[in-house]
């Protein structure tokens, strides 16, 4: 009884220094940027030694990316809870699900933290951050595949349709509507979500009888 309460409290303690560091890095990221920012400040920032750090995270852009997927989990999370209780509008719940992953992101992290994350994977797209990017996106189609079969909306052709490359093609065209909002430093979330969310409808009354 005694081993099993000593255990929970070293991994309750090893999640909370986990937790300060990600945050320390995450404020140091936004004031210094990344580059700037050195393992040892972060570890400093979170009252920590170096090799600590280290010891959680191999390097800057391992906390860039776990920093990334915590706050694109909390949204996943939520929403494959909200697929048990969805609208009659599979429309609605999309876009719903869509403009939260974009405020989330943009809570996560400003614009120029996203466009060097971007901009890593434009320069190394055979490294290991790419790979790890890589399966953020794709845990994020997975998310969408769900609420598209879930929905199970009846297509305009009677026949049935491939959720997975429905699910790819929504989640490519907000991207590419996302990087743009980031390289346009003027641009509100406002009107990007009044730019993408008409898109979507539009694309799902052409496949969709009752979406």
Request: aromatic share 2%; hydrophobic share 40%; proline share 3%.
């Given at each position: 009884?005694?081993?099993?309460?000593?255990?929970?409290?070293?991994e309750r303690q090893k999640q909370q220094r986990?937790?300060?560091?990600?945050?320390?890095?995450?404020?140091?990221?936004?004031?210094?940027?990344?580059?700037?920012c050195s393992m040892a400040m972060i570890a400093a920032a979170a009252g920590v030694s170096?090799?600590?750090v280290f010891n959680y995270f191999g390097s800057r852009d391992e906390l860039l990316l776990a920093i990334i997927f915590q706050g694109h989990q909390k949204a996943i999370d939520h929403y494959r809870t909200h697929i048990q209780r969805q609208s009659d509008s599979l429309a609605d719940d999309l876009c719903e699900l869509l403009s939260d992953l974009t405020k989330r992101s943009l809570e996560i992290f400003s614009k120029s933290v996203w466009l060097y994350a971007?901009?890593?994977?434009i320069r190394y797209p055979q490294s290991e951050f790419v790979q790890r990017y890589s399966q953020i996106d794709a845990t994020l189609i997975r998310t969408i595949n769900e609420m598209?079969?879930?929905?199970?909306?009846?297509?305009?052709?009677?026949?049935r349709f491939d959720a997975d490359a429905l699910a790819s093609i929504i989640y490519n065209h907000w991207l590419s509507h996302y990087q743009a909002c980031l390289k346009d430093?003027?641009?509100?979330?406002?009107?990007?979500?009044?730019?993408?969310?008409?898109?979507?409808?539009?694309?799902?009354?052409?496949?969709?009888?009752?979406?």
């Open positions: 009884m005694v081993q099993k309460a000593t255990a929970g409290l070293r986990r937790d300060a560091i990600m945050e320390s890095a995450r404020t140091l990221f936004e004031r210094l940027g990344i580059e700037e170096t090799p600590t971007e901009s890593t994977a598209l079969v879930a929905h199970a909306c009846r297509t305009r052709r009677g026949g430093e003027t641009m509100t979330l406002e009107t990007h979500l009044a730019r993408i969310l008409p898109e979507i409808r539009g694309l799902l009354d052409l496949i969709f009888e009752n979406a």
